[in-house]
């Protein structure tokens, strides 16, 4: 069900990749999740209080996360990219973003 997602975890995981690679991956990445039906335009507020989490704190939560949970956040995350250029990156680079696409691979086995 997720797998158009969780197909960038594997590319995502790699620990030998340019920062222009992981740039061009991101970009699409979060272009091909904002056109899915995954995607929740009113995440921001469904977020609630985990906007203000630290990524320390998303890292962790993640393996409880239920599927609902990881698509707002996934949907924030692209969403804030929009006004904080790089967010995507950054999250993907702290561990943040593999570990909720790792979930939702879990969730859909």
């Known amino acids: 069900m997720y797998e158009s997602i969780t197909s960038y975890l594997d590319?995502?995981?790699?620990?030998?990749?340019?920062?222009?690679?992981?740039?061009?991956?991101a970009e699409e990445f979060s272009e091909k999740f904002a056109q899915s039906e995954f995607m929740n335009p009113n995440a921001m507020e469904a977020m609630g209080e985990r906007i203000l989490a630290s990524k320390s704190s998303l890292k962790a939560d993640a393996p409880s996360m239920t599927s609902e949970?990881?698509?707002v956040c996934l949907s924030a995350f692209v969403l804030q990219n929009t006004f904080i250029?790089?967010?995507v990156p950054d999250l993907i680079q702290q561990g943040v973003i593999p570990e909720i696409l790792k979930r939702l691979k879990e969730l859909d086995a």
Do not use: V, Y
């Open 11 to 25: 590319f995502f995981e790699k620990n030998d990749i340019s920062e222009t690679e992981l740039q061009k991956k």
């Open 69 to 71: 949970e990881a698509l």
């Open 85 to 87: 250029p790089g967010i």
